[in-house]
């Protein structure tokens, strides 16, 4: 049996020369580091069939003595860690390369991007250590659930008001414009009481979000559905009533699932789309059609003086609720630009973390 030198590839990080050496079903290997030379003796099966294979390799940089090595069925791949951390121009002493060796394209990095993987161990070993830190939270599976549940009768409610009005209008087409209150009010009022949970989540830290955003959605729309529409039946056939649940509903059917699915750590790519996109047009619809309604209440509470504030004798009879409506148009368009700014940033930060994780 002759004694032949095997195809080596080699690849490198800034800490480690990987080598790979095309012999299968190795045996009896003998691998060591000598001097700064890694000597290489086994048997197997090489290029030219069964035989024995050796070679030595003098390396350009000095390296650690200590060799690891794992053999499989068809190659034997050698570990060597370089005395001092940095990035070889070569990996052989000599400047002429070595014929029996070749790139590892496989592992094959540059400086750069080795550079950049190397940052990224960093990175996730930082995090476990951080979370490694953080007591666990027993409770954690509970909270979990119980948001699972909200978001999941949220989402049915909002489904059956959504489905409810797309199929009225397909079949009465704007006759349906003018009973859409009397018809999904109920479903309405249940779905926007159980919203006040959004408020109490963040304030008891069951969420990460602040209680500001979901409290100005909130009261702004209970105001409008319990004060404007629910106090005044003349308000209730008007067709913005159809345009404000319409785009409600709208919002929500893609707001919930979201939440739904990050309660059991899974993400659908299209879904996150229309989460964080179909609000940039349909907020400010929402607000608009809001804004109409409370325009359209005013002469109605001037005329009914249903909630006006009496007055002294000496200063008239009473203070209309228009004058409040009229206030509350001004803050209106205020949290409009405060939620509006909020779910950008969320936007914004969304997208840059899985653009970053992507890379």
Same mark, same amino acid.
């Given at each position: ?24 079903? &190795? ?22 069939g @069964?035989?024995?294979? @050796? ?86 599976g ?10 999941l ?29 009397h018809?999904?009010?109920? !479903? ?18 069951? !969420?990460?979000?602040? !209680? ?42 893609f ?7 990050a ?9 996150t789309?229309?989460?964080? =996109? ?18 359209? =209440? ?5 005329e ?6 009496? $007055? ?9 609720? =228009? ?5 509350? $148009? ?22 840059? &973390? ?6």
């Amino acid at each position: 049996m002759q004694t032949l030198t095997p195809h080596v590839y080699w690849a490198q990080r800034h800490g480690e020369i990987y080598l790979r050496v095309e012999l299968s079903d &190795a045996q009896n290997l003998n691998i060591r580091v000598q001097e700064n030379t890694l000597c290489f003796k086994g048997q197997g099966h090489g290029a030219k069939g @069964e035989n024995e294979y @050796e070679f030595s390799l003098d390396f350009l940089k000095p390296v650690k003595a200590e060799v690891t090595h794992r053999s499989t069925q068809r190659q034997v791949n050698i570990t060597v860690k370089k005395r001092e951390r940095g990035w070889w121009d070569r990996l052989a002493a000599q400047e002429r390369k070595p014929l029996f060796l070749a790139p590892d394209f496989d592992r094959w990095l540059d400086e750069s991007d080795a550079e950049m993987e190397l940052r990224e161990k960093e990175e996730k070993l930082n995090k476990i250590l951080f979370e490694s830190r953080i007591p666990k939270d027993p409770y954690l599976g509970l909270k979990k659930g119980y948001l699972f549940m909200y978001n999941l009768v949220q989402f049915l409610g909002f489904s059956w008001i959504f489905v409810n009005m797309t199929v009225r209008l397909f079949i009465l087409g704007q006759d349906s414009f003018y009973d859409t209150f009397h018809t999904i009010a109920d !479903v309405m009022y249940f779905c926007q009481i159980l919203a006040v949970i959004e408020v109490v989540n963040p304030a008891l830290r069951l !969420v990460r979000t602040g !209680v500001l955003p979901p409290l100005i959605q909130v009261f702004g729309r209970n105001f409008l559905l319990f004060i404007i529409l629910g106090a005044q039946e003349d308000m209730q056939n008007k067709p913005v009533v159809f345009f404000i649940f319409y785009l409600w509903s709208t919002i929500e059917i893609f707001r919930y699932p979201f939440y739904m699915l990050a309660c059991i750590d899974t993400e659908w790519k299209l879904l996150t789309w229309l989460r964080y =996109s179909l609000w940039i047009p349909l907020y400010p619809l929402g607000v608009i059609a809001e804004a109409v309604a409370v325009i359209q =209440s005013i002469p109605i509470f001037d005329e009914t003086k249903v909630l006006s504030l009496p $007055l002294p004798r000496a200063l008239g009879t009473s203070l209309s609720f =228009s004058y409040i409506l009229q206030l509350y $148009l001004a803050v209106m368009f205020l949290g409009l630009f405060i939620n509006f700014r909020h779910l950008y940033k969320m936007r914004k930060r969304r997208f840059r &973390a899985k653009k970053k994780k992507a890379n």
